[in-house]
């Protein structure tokens, strides 16, 4: 008689541990899933195709900064899509020497940083980012420079190497894609 | 009585388990056994002992018109349910169709432009009766002794209600969503060691897309309203519980005096009040129909601004630089939160009286008059600065669709060719600093005074030195679905339904 309410103690133990641990076998997967974008391995992204066209050196205006469009393929969940991305070029001359390239994402939080002619700055639209006519930062609360991007010469076209970059650090880190 | 003296002797005469039970029913039946009146479904049910406890109860002190605040929201939220779950029968959350399926809501589905309306100007009605339920709680006092939860359980909705604002602001996937996300993404991002791990939890992979759009969905029509309405249970719980918070300057004889039941003179109120937030949300979306940019295009240059309530801390931002970064966007943010979880627990007084407590108050008043000042100003002096003439060279043009012109290959067509200049609701706004002569396509008496063979002519030839001529782009099929496109702006959109 005495052993009941340690019989029911025993059982209710019993009971919660049983529900623990279909919890923890439910859980695990669950989180597994989520979390599932932080264990995927980095692909190989140094590959060829993170070049892409950005026009005929030609054809792009000298001794000012400009936006080129260009088109990478990625891998987006279930499809591999063109996608579209913008770089900004600078051509110092017609002999296709004094070439830079610079990305347009801010490395403060990510805004598109649009380029001020008369003021021979990029200055960033969201925060107030100032940066100089080499992307070097100058003022604002931008971590680091605008960041650029690898090129080359291929024939008459210049090729980009679209990267993204961790933002809101002061070093320089590629995102892995 | 006699039923439990006999649960007793069973278990201390060493019962079987089995009998108990019997016992326990009989018990059961014998206490609350079908009142004569019940009917069938009273007995069955139990509803009338249920609007007894939860309808019938005396509110203290009478129904109070300032006590709607809090059913307001719940209407308000549950507006947003059966919006959110409407617009979920028509949406495709993937890159390639996010845009185009709310472009469908928005100008072809029947009445789609209302119920987008509703739920996008609903979030902001949200969020602004949140605040002015939290504010009338903490001037009544309502968060201290015995209601710490009550305020704490509230505080958590407030973070799930902007969790929602965060993530439902992305789902059209038109440029604002696109860049506001990243910045958003972007601050998550900076918080001290798991940042970088978040953001890309919160992305699905490196970069922004389809995963970024279907674990944003996942979010803003599962996770999210799943956890305020487990929430909104346990406050509503705690909130009968405790009963509602007595106002300081009435004394207890004049409150017991005016006792009146929750329905139906309360729920009459929060009805009253529920109706006008209704018509204003309906008139609102009838005279400002819910924004829908150009398609995301993360290639085009954009100035990327949150949503108005979220304006304080873009602003604040600013004023943090380089190492500091994180300041502004993680450790004010989440100490301000903090805080707030945990006032109940940092307010110890016992007195309600606003006037007795002058230190709450004036922490109250300082972070009022701060977030008001602050996201006033942040509004007033953003002034989106002009684009920078860049050349931007065009992308190839698109091969023109075989199958015949739908509405939103037009839109898309628009989109491409004339949005620069003309913008995407064809006021041409942005450009007319520069530009002058730019057309205001929703301006009735400019369309009265061209013919529909003035606008292929125009769209065929262009018109120099600035409009373009498409002839050699475009099909004459397309052009066509252009002028047709471009007659439309001077239509009101709610009124085309």
Same mark, same amino acid.
């Given at each position: 008689?005495?052993?009941?309410?340690?019989?029911?103690?025993?059982?209710?133990?019993?009971?919660?541990?049983?529900?623990?641990?279909?919890? @923890?076998? +439910?859980?695990?997967?669950?989180?597994?899933?989520?979390?599932?974008?932080?264990?995927?391995?980095?692909?190989?992204?140094?590959?060829?195709?993170?070049?892409?066209? #950005?026009?005929?050196?030609?054809?792009?205006?000298?001794?000012?900064?400009?936006?080129?469009?260009?088109?990478?393929?990625?891998?987006?969940?279930?499809?591999? /899509?063109?996608?579209?991305?913008?770089?900004?070029?600078?051509?110092?001359?017609?002999?296709?020497?004094?070439?830079?390239?610079?990305?347009?994402?801010?490395?403060?939080?990510?805004?598109?940083?649009?380029?001020? %002619?008369? %003021?021979?700055?990029?200055?960033?639209?969201?925060?107030?980012?100032?940066?100089?006519?080499?992307?070097?930062?100058?003022?604002?609360?931008?971590?680091?420079?605008?960041?650029?991007?690898?090129?080359?010469?291929?024939?008459?076209?210049?090729?980009?190497?679209?990267?993204?970059?961790? +933002?809101?650090?002061?070093?320089?880190?590629?995102?892995?894609? | 009585?006699?039923?439990?003296?006999?649960?007793?002797?069973?278990?201390?005469?060493?019962?079987?388990?089995?009998?108990?039970?019997?016992?326990?029913?009989?018990?059961?039946?014998?206490?609350?056994?079908?009142?004569?009146?019940?009917?069938?479904?009273?007995?069955?049910?139990?509803?009338?002992?249920?609007?007894?406890?939860?309808?019938?109860?005396?509110?203290?002190?009478?129904?109070?018109?300032?006590?709607?605040? @809090?059913? &307001?929201?719940? $209407?308000?939220?549950?507006?947003?349910?059966? !919006?959110?779950?409407?617009?979920?029968?028509?949406?495709?959350?993937?890159?390639?169709?996010?845009?185009?399926?709310?472009?469908?809501?928005?100008?072809?589905?029947?009445?789609?432009?209302?119920?987008?309306?509703?739920?996008?100007?609903?979030?902001?009605?949200?969020?602004?009766?949140?605040?002015?339920?939290?504010?009338?709680? *903490?001037?009544?006092?309502?968060?201290?002794?015995?209601?710490?939860?009550?305020?704490?359980?509230?505080?958590?909705?407030? %973070?799930?209600?902007?969790?929602?604002? *965060?993530?439902?602001?992305?789902?059209?996937?038109?440029?604002?969503?696109?860049?506001?996300?990243?910045?958003?993404?972007?601050?998550?991002?900076?918080?001290?060691?798991?940042?970088?791990?978040? =953001?890309?939890?919160?992305?699905?992979?490196?970069?922004?897309?389809?995963? !970024?759009?279907?674990?944003?969905?996942?979010?803003? @029509?599962?996770?999210?309203?799943?956890?305020?309405?487990?929430?909104?249970?346990?406050?509503?719980? &705690?909130?009968?519980?405790?009963?509602?918070? !007595?106002?300081?300057?009435?004394?207890?004889?004049?409150?017991?005096?005016?006792?009146?039941? *929750?329905?139906?003179?309360?729920?009459?109120?929060?009805?009253?009040?529920?109706?006008?937030?209704?018509?204003?949300?309906?008139?609102? /979306?009838?005279?400002?129909?819910?924004?829908?940019?150009?398609?995301?295009?993360?290639?085009?240059?954009?100035?990327?601004?949150?949503?108005?309530?979220?304006?304080?801390?873009?602003?604040?931002?600013?004023?943090?630089?380089?190492?500091?970064?994180?300041?502004?966007?993680?450790?004010?943010?989440?100490? $301000?939160?903090? +805080?707030? $979880?945990?006032?109940?627990?940092?307010? =110890?007084?016992?007195?309600?009286?606003? =006037?007795?407590?002058?230190?709450?108050?004036?922490?109250? @008043?300082?972070?009022?008059?701060?977030?008001?000042?602050?996201?006033?100003?942040?509004?007033?002096?953003?002034?989106?600065?002009?684009?920078?003439?860049?050349?931007? #060279?065009?992308?190839?043009?698109?091969?023109?669709?075989?199958?015949?012109?739908?509405?939103?290959?037009?839109?898309?067509?628009?989109?491409?060719?004339?949005?620069?200049?003309?913008?995407?609701?064809?006021?041409?706004?942005?450009?007319?600093?520069?530009?002058?002569?730019?057309?205001?396509?929703?301006?009735?008496?400019?369309?009265?005074?061209?013919?529909?063979?003035? *606008?292929?002519?125009?769209?065929?030839?262009?018109?120099?030195?600035?409009?373009?001529?498409?002839?050699?782009?475009?099909?004459?099929?397309?052009?066509?679905?252009?002028?047709?496109?471009?007659?439309?702006?001077?239509?009101?959109?709610?009124?085309?339904?």
């Amino acid at each position: 008689m005495a052993d009941i309410p340690d019989r029911r103690r025993f059982l209710s133990i019993c009971t919660t541990a049983l529900i623990a641990g279909m919890s @923890g076998l +439910i859980l695990t997967p669950v989180v597994a899933f989520v979390i599932g974008p932080l264990r995927r391995k980095a692909g190989n992204a140094a590959a060829e195709s993170d070049f892409a066209d #950005a026009g005929v050196i030609e054809s792009i205006p000298k001794g000012t900064w400009t936006l080129r469009p260009i088109e990478i393929v990625r891998q987006d969940g279930w499809v591999k /899509t063109s996608q579209s991305r913008s770089v900004w070029v600078f051509v110092k001359s017609a002999e296709s020497n004094g070439i830079k390239v610079l990305s347009p994402i801010c490395p403060h939080l990510g805004c598109p940083v649009p380029w001020d %002619a008369a %003021a021979s700055q990029f200055r960033c639209p969201c925060h107030g980012g100032v940066f100089g006519p080499d992307g070097a930062r100058i003022s604002g609360p931008p971590p680091r420079g605008l960041d650029p991007l690898e090129y080359e010469v291929r024939g008459k076209n210049l090729w980009v190497r679209w990267q993204d970059f961790e +933002i809101g650090v002061a070093q320089r880190i590629v995102v892995q894609v | 009585m006699g039923a439990r003296v006999t649960t007793t002797n069973a278990i201390a005469g060493g019962g079987s388990l089995k009998s108990d039970v019997m016992i326990q029913n009989a018990n059961q039946l014998e206490k609350s056994g079908p009142a004569p009146a019940a009917g069938f479904f009273g007995s069955r049910t139990g509803w009338r002992e249920l609007k007894e406890h939860v309808l019938l109860e005396p509110v203290l002190g009478g129904s109070r018109w300032a006590a709607a605040f @809090g059913s &307001l929201l719940l $209407f308000n939220f549950i507006l947003q349910v059966i !919006t959110g779950i409407l617009l979920v029968t028509c949406y495709a959350p993937s890159v390639g169709t996010a845009w185009q399926s709310v472009k469908y809501i928005q100008t072809e589905a029947p009445l789609g432009w209302l119920v987008r309306g509703i739920h996008h100007w609903g979030s902001s009605t949200m969020v602004v009766l949140l605040l002015l339920h939290m504010t009338q709680v *903490f001037i009544w006092g309502a968060y201290k002794r015995p209601r710490e939860l009550t305020w704490m359980t509230g505080v958590l909705l407030l %973070a799930a209600t902007l969790g929602l604002a *965060f993530t439902g602001y992305l789902l059209p996937w038109d440029e604002r969503a696109y860049w506001a996300s990243k910045v958003g993404i972007g601050i998550v991002s900076t918080i001290p060691l798991i940042g970088e791990k978040l =953001r890309l939890l919160l992305q699905g992979g490196p970069d922004m897309g389809n995963l !970024t759009l279907t674990r944003f969905f996942a979010l803003h @029509g599962f996770v999210l309203p799943g956890a305020i309405i487990g929430l909104v249970v346990v406050h509503l719980y &705690l909130f009968r519980l405790h009963g509602v918070t !007595t106002a300081w300057w009435r004394s207890k004889e004049d409150l017991l005096k005016d006792r009146q039941p *929750f329905w139906p003179n309360q729920i009459f109120k929060d009805a009253i009040v529920a109706l006008a937030l209704l018509l204003i949300l309906v008139g609102w /979306t009838y005279s400002h129909p819910a924004p829908l940019g150009a398609m995301a295009d993360p290639s085009k240059a954009y100035q990327a601004r949150p949503e108005w309530y979220f304006m304080f801390l873009f602003r604040l931002l600013r004023f943090f630089h380089g190492p500091y970064e994180v300041l502004g966007t993680f450790v004010l943010p989440s100490l $301000f939160f903090c +805080i707030l $979880f945990f006032w109940p627990f940092l307010d =110890r007084g016992t007195a309600l009286d606003p =006037r007795r407590r002058p230190k709450a108050m004036t922490i109250f @008043g300082i972070s009022v008059l701060s977030l008001v000042g602050l996201t006033i100003y942040a509004i007033a002096t953003d002034v989106r600065m002009i684009e920078p003439a860049a050349a931007v #060279a065009s992308a190839p043009p698109r091969k023109a669709p075989a199958a015949p012109l739908q509405k939103l290959d037009v839109a898309n067509l628009y989109t491409a060719n004339c949005m620069a200049c003309h913008a995407v609701d064809g006021t041409g706004n942005a450009l007319r600093v520069a530009f002058p002569t730019i057309p205001n396509f929703t301006d009735p008496i400019w369309q009265k005074t061209r013919t529909d063979k003035d *606008f292929i002519l125009r769209i065929q030839d262009g018109k120099p030195p600035l409009m373009p001529a498409f002839k050699d782009k475009l099909s004459a099929e397309q052009i066509q679905a252009l002028a047709d496109y471009t007659r439309a702006f001077a239509v009101k959109q709610p009124a085309a339904h």
